[in-house]
């Protein structure tokens, strides 16, 4: 499946902001779906990821983010809301079909295809 991710952009802190991940070639119904993050001088992080009909979160985007998909659309998004200087990133979306646990998803290393990343920046 190949992932094109999209909407990122400036925001305020407290502000809100949806990126998109558009999926060709397969059905994203046919994947966990997840979006990871890449601050400068850190290694990429798991943010959220949907599967099935369950959503998984970084502890610190808990109530503030929300991962959904669009089967009709095969597309994956992100809201965010309560934007915080600290989720200033570049954001991923990624696609894995070998997972089955939660601990799973949250490995980067278990997903083999991903978007080429869309930036964030919330300022303060």
């Known amino acids: 499946v190949q992932l094109q991710a999209s909407g990122g952009g400036w925001v305020e802190a407290g502000g809100s902001l949806t990126i998109s991940c558009a999926a060709s070639g397969r059905a994203v119904s046919s994947y966990i779906m997840a979006w990871f993050r890449q601050a400068p001088g850190k290694e990429r992080e798991f943010v959220a990821a949907?599967?099935?009909?369950?959503?998984y979160y970084l502890d610190s985007v808990k109530g503030r983010f929300t991962i959904s998909r669009d089967n009709a659309k095969n597309t994956v998004y992100l809201q965010m809301n309560s934007l915080k200087p600290e989720d200033t990133a570049v954001y991923y979306c990624?696609?894995?079909?070998?997972?089955?646990?939660?601990?799973?998803?949250?490995?980067?290393?278990?997903?083999?295809?991903w978007g080429q990343g869309t930036q964030v920046t919330v300022s303060s």
């Open positions: 949907t599967a099935g009909r369950d959503t």
């Open positions: 990624a696609a894995t079909s070998r997972c089955s646990n939660s601990w799973c998803y949250r490995r980067r290393f278990e997903y083999d295809s």
